[in-house]
Nanobody
């Protein structure tokens, strides 16, 4: 079993930035970020492999940066130039195989409880 705990969401104004973090209880193979806005389906943001290679959803490229501190098992998601449409619950995910961020994450076994990001205009 893997426990994932997200933190550092919050309320910011449009144009601002945040860096979300996710602490994992143990090492897994791949980790990623997904988000779900009210009334919408969950969507992927980005994923990262053990070697640090990252994959982003096309619409997330440029403003989202995923990274991982392998020594501490902490996953990060930096978001800049935040927009009101980025408002969502952001979830950390982990798997023993590669994560495809363009999926809905249906097969991913490990999830955090989520951290809320609210962007006001």
């Amino acid at each position: 079993q893997v426990q994932l705990v997200e933190s550092w969401g919050g309320s910011v104004q449009a144009g601002g930035s945040l860096r979300l973090s996710c602490t994992a209880s143990r090492v897994t193979y791949a980790m990623g970020w997904f988000r779900q806005a009210p009334g919408k389906e969950r969507e992927g943001v980005a994923s990262i492999e053990p070697d640090g290679s990252a994959t982003y959803i096309d619409s997330m490229k440029g403003r989202f940066t995923i990274s991982k501190d392998n020594t501490k098992n902490i996953l990060y998601q930096a978001i800049k130039s935040l927009k009101p449409e980025d408002t969502a619950m952001y979830y950390c995910a982990a798997d023993i195989v590669s994560i495809e961020p363009d999926s809905f994450g249906l097969s991913i076994p490990y999830w955090g409880q989520g951290t809320q990001v609210t962007v006001s205009s």
